[in-house]
């Protein structure tokens, strides 16, 4: 499970979710970083925030795991807390398998994630 996201106490909230229900995770604030994670291999699923200081980064994230054969079919989800219909559009286009806005309980990540992840295997 990779989480990507600049503020810190989204991540720990998400991190702690998902490592309290088995899954490992992997936490970055680095929408670059996470794309060498991915490209390693090992990651199921992606939640990307779409909205921060580095947002075409973000959706540079999405183009490099869509246009890699090692990566392409890993899920990938994307929040935000700013709705923004086109940036969403073009995540969706880019290949997000959904979209979910902030503020989100963590029980609706959850079983989005798990519902990716069953339909990816």
Sequence with gaps: MLLIDTDPDILNLLDYVFRSEGFGTICCTDPGE?????LQGGV???VVDLHHARTPESLGFLSAVRSSPLAKGVPVLVTSATLNAETVKQA????ARRFIPKPFYPSEILSEVRAAVSQAA
């Design 34 to 38: 996470a794309v060498r994670h991915v």
């Design 92 to 95: 969706l286009t880019l290949g």
């Design 44 to 46: 199921d699923c992606a």
